[in-house]
């Protein structure tokens, strides 16, 4: 029986418990690490379905808002 390890979903549950550890601590000198894992999670991820999918939707999002907040400053 051989057995193996998502390394996108491993970084997803040290991102989690690093998280829910930096808000209750407010604050820790590992930051600039934290920074770092979270860059590499998003490396791995973004080639899938699920991270192409969230780009899309963050896209749309962000377009939408800068639309809107530029309709709202144009006179």
């Known amino acids: 029986m051989s057995m ?3 390394v996108a ?6 991102i989690v418990l690093r998280l829910r550890g930096h808000a209750l601590t ?4 590992g ?3 934290m920074a770092g ?3 590499l999670f ?3 991820v973004v080639p899938t379905d699920l991270g192409q999918w969230v780009i899309d939707f963050v896209s749309t999002v962000v377009g939408g808002l800068a639309g809107a907040v ?3 400053l144009t006179p």
């Open 4 to 6: 193996s390890i998502n």
């Open 9 to 14: 979903f491993l970084l997803a549950v040290v």
């Open 37 to 39: 894992v979270v860059l």
């Open 42 to 44: 998003v490396v791995l």
């Open 31 to 33: 930051d600039l690490l």
């Open 26 to 29: 407010g604050g820790r000198p």
């Open 70 to 72: 530029a309709d709202l």
